[in-house]
């Protein structure tokens, strides 16, 4: 016989307070529910369910963004994505390294082969470099994610789109505030206000990030801000002015380290060759950044038409010490020596406009898509030496003066027809993207550098919906895409020592089939098989004295599959589940580097940087109401770090986390607490890689156990 529970008079207040607190949490709870078919607009451009378009995409909620987050990373959220590989490098100098498909894994720094939007924005700039440093998660409502033929509608360097779209200002204004802290000194602060007034909404943020760093001489310190304005001219437009403004101050650069070092003390830094003692803190290693721009949107509604027209512009300020070897910058001048330091000022603009059209056309709807982009961007770039004398990590001598310009222009169209259980789409965007380098160090041996080189493509896209009945979807779709050399792969070649204008673009053809259904009223799956077959892959040529060359190398195939499961097993227990699979490999033999480095890379080989096998999960339970707690699994299979698969390749590793997220309601006001537990058994692997480092410093290592606490609070009139 089971003893019978007597409340005492403390557990009976406690209990009516803790009721009193969590009953506006809860009638929230019951009101909400599992968002199985989210609109999105990337893919279509149009406003479409996910759920009838014949890509693979993944919309991340602001909850899925933000709970039990600090809100830093957008490797955060998008490690639930299925396709998608985002590593925190732990290095705030070099940015995420973000894939989608094998797409964007050879990046050193920085995202490229994945196309960034924020706000319809964008986030890459005309040669497909981007920054997801730039996407302000504190004022996050939805990321999309595509994957797939669809990404070719986006034009050069589009492997995958990641598109950020920020809140709308309510009604109610609120002001909130937070803060988080957790291991390794590090802490967040931030502070938004939102609100209408006299027909003008705005959102309002700023934010500090500081951390010293996991590893040794990692440092960094973040200070972002955004702000947007919103108005209504009149009742079929918009108007949206938003701006976006992120600082990074002497971020330190731990850089890779090699196995050993790796396996001796992940936290250091490596401690180099007698060619380059102490590669890190001998040159004092470090990044610095100012990066503003602003943009305006304007959006008018003609009957079921709509009008987009937008424009932007930006400046970007970057200076880096590196850990070029003194003795390599003692040679003669040319760009294969243009000193260890990189200094530019970048200026850019763009301009999109689009019109979609909605009609009746042969017994069905008709969605037609009619647009343009624009992009451009100038640097003033230097180059100095990294010492002056025998002290290193200082500005010296100048030994790199040009002028970059990067101009792409992009005419698209693209069109939907549904009809009863089917629904085709068809698109077309020409690309055309102009590099021009005018060089103004022309000093010594150092001759005339200028040069300019022109790309043109025209990308295709076919897709098919059916419905096979009104619970499952299933669909198919193909595309060709392609992808130019970024500036940065430009600046050196492996045997001229000028400008590599000779890169070709890689062209790829996608395939893609796949199945969308709702199981139940809780529950939504997605498949998708994949095929990408590229020619003309760009792959690295030679690494020496810290710099990077690249070259065309043969066929490459990308075959793979990618699961997501969502579902609400009850009210108060939910899942998620994403599993990816991707066979990425060289098609044919070529070979790289020259003279005694001249090595053979055989068909077959894995192309480095990309994991064969991908999983995430995790399982919430709202323990009572407002009151949450998660448990979350991630794998990944290992990674190899070069062209070859010589070299010991990132072992895999499987982690658990855990999260907590509460929230209280109190009259006006709104408090919320979250504390997290990231690699619960303290695993020590490697979180990402260098591919192709000439120095064999591949492995950037990953925390060991780790926590993070925050807290918040919001008032709202």
Same mark, same amino acid.
């Given at each position: 016989?089971?003893?019978?529970?007597?409340?005492?008079?403390?557990?009976?207040?406690?209990?009516?307070?803790?009721?009193?607190?969590?009953?506006?949490?809860?009638?929230?709870?019951?009101?909400?529910?599992?968002?199985?078919?989210?609109?999105?607009?990337?893919?279509?451009?149009?406003?479409?369910?996910? /759920?009838?378009?014949?890509? $693979?995409?993944? +919309?991340?909620?602001?909850?899925? =963004?933000?709970? &039990?987050? *600090?809100?830093?990373? %957008?490797?955060?959220?998008?490690?639930?994505?299925?396709?998608?590989?985002?590593?925190?490098?732990?290095?705030?100098?070099?940015?995420?390294?973000?894939?989608?498909?094998? /797409?964007?894994?050879?990046? $050193?720094?920085? +995202?490229?082969?994945?196309?960034? =939007?924020?706000? &319809?924005? *964008?986030?890459?700039? %005309?040669?497909?470099?981007?920054?997801?440093?730039?996407?302000?998660?504190?004022?996050?409502?939805?990321?999309?994610?595509?994957?797939?033929?669809?990404?070719?509608?986006?034009?050069?360097?589009?492997?995958?789109?990641?598109?950020?779209?920020?809140?709308?200002?309510?009604?109610?204004?609120?002001?909130?505030?937070?803060?988080?802290?957790?291991?390794?000194?590090?802490?967040?602060?931030?502070?938004?206000?939102?609100?209408?007034?006299?027909?003008?909404?705005?959102?309002?943020?700023?934010?500090?990030?500081?951390?010293?760093?996991?590893?040794?001489?990692?440092?960094?310190?973040?200070?972002?801000?955004?702000?947007?304005?919103?108005?209504?001219?009149?009742?079929?437009?918009?108007?949206?002015?938003?701006?976006?403004?992120?600082?990074?101050?002497?971020?330190?650069?731990?850089?890779?380290?090699?196995?050993?070092?790796?396996?001796?003390?992940?936290?250091?830094?490596?401690?180099?060759?007698?060619?380059?003692?102490?590669?890190?803190?001998?040159?004092?290693?470090?990044?610095?950044?100012?990066?503003?721009?602003?943009?305006?949107?304007?959006?008018?509604?003609?009957?079921?038409?709509?009008?987009q027209v937008s424009a932007y512009a930006g400046q970007r300020s970057v200076i880096q010490y590196q850990?070029?070897?003194?003795?390599?910058?003692?040679?003669?001048?040319?760009?294969?020596?243009?000193?260890?330091?990189?200094?530019?000022?970048?200026?850019?603009?763009?301009?999109?406009?689009?019109?979609?059209?909605?009609?009746?056309?042969?017994?069905?709807?008709?969605?037609?898509?009619?647009?343009?982009?624009?992009?451009?961007?100038?640097?003033?770039?230097?180059?100095?030496?990294?010492?002056?004398?025998?002290?290193?990590?200082?500005?010296?001598?100048?030994?790199?003066?040009?002028?970059?310009?990067?101009?792409?222009?992009?005419?698209?169209?693209?069109?939907?027809?549904?009809?009863?259980?089917?629904?085709?789409?068809?698109?077309?965007?020409?690309?055309?993207?102009?590099?021009?380098?005018?060089?103004?160090?022309?000093?010594?041996?150092?001759?005339?550098?200028?040069?300019?080189?022109?790309?043109?493509?025209?990308?295709?896209?076919?897709?098919?919906?059916?419905?096979?009945?009104?619970?499952?979807?299933?669909?198919?779709?193909?595309?060709?895409?392609?992808?130019?050399?970024?500036?940065?792969?430009?600046?050196?070649?492996?045997?001229?020592?000028?400008?590599?204008?000779?890169?070709?673009?890689?062209?790829?053809?996608?395939?893609?089939?796949?199945?969308?259904?709702?199981?139940?009223?809780?529950?939504?799956?997605?498949?998708?098989?994949?095929?990408?077959?590229?020619?003309?892959?760009?792959?690295?040529?030679?690494?020496?004295?810290?710099?990077?060359?690249?070259?065309?190398?043969?066929?490459?195939?990308?075959?793979?599959?990618?699961?997501?499961?969502?579902?609400?097993?009850?009210?108060?227990?939910?899942?998620?589940?994403?599993?990816?699979?991707?066979?990425?490999?060289?098609?044919?033999?070529?070979?790289?580097?020259?003279?005694?480095?001249?090595?053979?890379?055989?068909?077959?080989?894995?192309?480095?940087?990309?994991?064969?096998?991908?999983?995430?999960?995790?399982?919430?339970?709202?323990?009572?109401?407002?009151?949450?707690?998660?448990?979350?699994?991630?794998?990944?299979?290992?990674?190899?770090?070069?062209?070859?698969?010589?070299?010991?390749?990132?072992?895999?590793?499987?982690?658990?986390?855990?999260?907590?997220?509460?929230?209280?309601?109190?009259?006006?006001?709104?408090?919320?607490?979250?504390?997290?537990?990231?690699?619960?058994?303290?695993?020590?692997?490697?979180?990402?890689?260098?591919?192709?480092?000439?120095?064999?410093?591949?492995?950037?290592?990953?925390?060991?156990?780790?926590?993070?606490?925050?807290?918040?609070?919001?008032?709202?009139?």
């Amino acid at each position: 016989m089971q003893p019978r529970f007597t409340p005492t008079p403390l557990y009976a207040a406690l209990a009516a307070a803790l009721t009193a607190a969590y009953a506006p949490a809860y009638a929230a709870d019951k009101a909400s529910s599992l968002t199985l078919n989210p609109v999105v607009v990337t893919g279509s451009r149009a406003e479409a369910a996910s /759920f009838d378009i014949p890509a $693979a995409i993944d +919309v991340l909620d602001r909850e899925q =963004i933000t709970a &039990g987050q *600090p809100r830093v990373n %957008a490797s955060e959220a998008l490690i639930a994505v299925p396709g998608v590989v985002a590593n925190n490098r732990q290095n705030y100098a070099q940015d995420l390294q973000i894939s989608t498909r094998g /797409f964007g894994a050879r990046s $050193a720094f920085g +995202v490229r082969g994945v196309k960034l =939007i924020a706000d &319809g924005i *964008p986030a890459s700039m %005309a040669d497909g470099q981007g920054q997801a440093a730039t996407f302000n998660l504190d004022v996050a409502e939805r990321m999309e994610v595509l994957r797939g033929p669809y990404s070719a509608i986006y034009g050069n360097h589009s492997g995958g789109v990641i598109q950020l779209f920020t809140r709308e200002p309510e009604a109610r204004p609120s002001v909130e505030g937070g803060f988080a802290a957790g291991s390794y000194g590090t802490t967040k602060a931030d502070v938004t206000a939102q609100g209408k007034m006299e027909g003008l909404g705005y959102v309002l943020n700023a934010s500090r990030f500081s951390t010293d760093g996991y590893r040794d001489h990692s440092a960094a310190t973040r200070e972002q801000a955004f702000a947007k304005i919103t108005g209504k001219p009149d009742e079929d437009s918009k108007l949206t002015f938003t701006v976006n403004g992120l600082w990074q101050h002497n971020t330190q650069d731990p850089l890779g380290v090699t196995w050993a070092s790796f396996k001796n003390n992940p936290r250091a830094v490596d401690p180099g060759s007698a060619f380059n003692p102490y590669p890190a803190n001998g040159y004092n290693t470090r990044k610095s950044i100012d990066h503003l721009q602003g943009g305006v949107a304007y959006e008018r509604k003609f009957g079921s038409d709509l009008l987009q027209v937008s424009a932007y512009a930006g400046q970007r300020s970057v200076i880096q010490y590196q850990a070029i070897p003194r003795s390599t910058q003692l040679l003669p001048a040319n760009p294969q020596n243009s000193g260890g330091i990189i200094d530019f000022d970048r200026n850019f603009h763009g301009l999109g406009a689009r019109y979609i059209a909605v009609r009746e056309a042969a017994g069905g709807k008709l969605t037609t898509t009619v647009g343009i982009d624009y992009d451009s961007s100038t640097d003033q770039r230097n180059g100095y030496e990294n010492y002056i004398g025998t002290t290193l990590g200082v500005k010296g001598q100048l030994r790199r003066k040009e002028t970059d310009t990067v101009e792409s222009l992009d005419p698209y169209v693209q069109a939907e027809w549904a009809r009863g259980d089917w629904a085709l789409t068809a698109g077309l965007r020409h690309s055309q993207v102009k590099f021009k380098v005018s060089d103004q160090y022309i000093v010594g041996t150092n001759g005339d550098d200028s040069g300019s080189r022109n790309y043109n493509q025209t990308t295709p896209i076919l897709g098919v919906v059916y419905k096979l009945n009104p619970a499952v979807n299933l669909y198919a779709s193909a595309a060709k895409g392609f992808e130019t050399p970024t500036l940065n792969e430009m600046f050196y070649s492996g045997s001229g020592g000028s400008f590599n204008f000779g890169l070709a673009p890689a062209k790829s053809r996608h395939y893609e089939v796949g199945a969308k259904a709702f199981i139940g009223n809780s529950s939504r799956l997605n498949l998708a098989f994949f095929q990408i077959t590229t020619d003309d892959e760009l792959v690295v040529d030679s690494a020496t004295g810290g710099r990077t060359s690249y070259k065309n190398a043969g066929k490459t195939l990308r075959q793979g599959v990618e699961l997501s499961f969502d579902t609400a097993w009850r009210r108060d227990l939910t899942s998620r589940l994403a599993v990816s699979h991707l066979r990425a490999i060289y098609d044919e033999s070529f070979t790289t580097g020259t003279g005694a480095s001249l090595k053979t890379v055989d068909g077959g080989n894995a192309i480095p940087g990309v994991p064969r096998t991908t999983v995430f999960g995790d399982l919430a339970w709202k323990l009572m109401p407002g009151l949450t707690t998660a448990v979350e699994g991630i794998y990944r299979s290992k990674v190899y770090v070069e062209d070859g698969n010589t070299a010991t390749p990132a072992q895999s590793y499987a982690l658990a986390n855990l999260r907590v997220t509460a929230e209280q309601r109190v009259g006006p006001w709104r408090f919320s607490e979250f504390a997290r537990i990231d690699n619960l058994f303290d695993r020590q692997y490697v979180g990402s890689v260098v591919v192709g480092d000439t120095n064999s410093r591949y492995y950037e290592p990953a925390p060991g156990r780790n926590s993070m606490v925050g807290v918040n609070a919001r008032y709202t009139w």
